[in-house]
């Protein structure tokens, strides 16, 4: 897979977070590409749900998107 092609990616997996947790600003979002533990902790924060059930929701949208090895942050 080439950058453009990675780049794509990424961008459909970051508009799939922003449809799943409204709640996300863009910065927020921004967390993931290279601090995921903060981008968890912000999900979690937002929309009141625990821990694992965040991190269990970021792995299937990360999965159904073919998106998590894409980035530095998977």
């Given at each position: ?5 990675a ?43 625990a ?24």
């Amino acid at each position: 897979m080439n950058n453009e092609q990675a780049d794509g990616k990424l961008k459909q997996l970051k508009g799939e977070f922003k449809e799943a947790f409204g709640k996300l600003t863009d910065n927020d979002i921004m967390l993931y590409e290279g601090k995921r533990d903060q981008f968890v902790g912000k999900v979690v924060e937002l929309h009141g749900i625990a821990k694992e059930d965040a991190e269990k929701k970021i792995k299937a949208i990360e999965d159904a998107c073919g998106c998590g090895s894409t980035t530095k942050a998977a």
